[in-house]
């Protein structure tokens, strides 16, 4: 059974910080990726690690989100520092299966950065 389960959300002040955790499992996955959802909004792209590794930045979170995957590449993760009001969402992670042919998406975790 394919799953991502995301972890690490939370309330947290402006100027903090968070680290967002995507297990994944079922199937090997490559182009991992990072999502998020404001309430009103659409969904939009965040952060992503293509099949090489090389990393991909919404303008909105360069030079204050980090994303990373272990060494066994099934664990996804966002390192977000300096976060901001506008940063609250839910967040989403997406991986893509190589036995499936098809994207998977997690459950979503709520980050909430107070002013």
């Known amino acids: 059974q394919v799953q991502l389960v995301e972890s690490g959300g939370g309330l947290v002040q402006a100027g903090g910080s968070l680290r967002l955790s995507c297990a994944a499992s079922?199937?090997?996955?490559?182009?991992m990726a990072w999502h998020r959802q404001a309430p009103g909004k659409q969904r939009e792209p965040v952060a992503s690690l293509s099949s090489t590794g090389t990393p991909t930045y919404a303008d909105s979170v360069k030079g204050r989100f980090t994303v990373s995957r272990d060494n066994t590449k099934t664990t996804l993760y966002l390192q977000m520092d300096s976060l901001k009001p506008e940063d609250t969402a839910v967040y989403y992670c997406t991986a893509y299966s190589v036995q499936y042919h098809r994207a998977y998406w997690g459950q979503g975790t709520q980050v909430t950065v107070s002013s």
């Open positions: 079922g199937s090997i996955f490559i182009n």
